[in-house]
């Protein structure tokens, strides 16, 4: 039971990044180039590109060639529930302001 713990600290340390959360939000319908992910979000292509590398090796994001582009989707549709529910109980925070 204790690998089943170290594997979900682990996925959540994935998510414990503000440019990481911006990529899983945008990814949540559809699979982007890293080039449109560069685009959304302003971000240089490097640090987008190191940041889907880690995505990628926890099983967060899967990656697929089609010609000169890498297009990124999420593995599992369960993450963005996760990622709502998170979302929103912080939401309800703020609006109650307790922070």
Known sequence: MNNLYEIHADMCKVFSNPTRLEILNLLRSDALSV?????KTGIGQAN??????????KGIVASKRRGKNVYYNLTNPKIVKAFDIIRGVLNERLRNRVF
């Open 35 to 39: 080039m449109e992910i560069v685009e």
């Open 48 to 57: 987008i590109s190191q940041h889907l590398a880690i995505m990628r090796s």
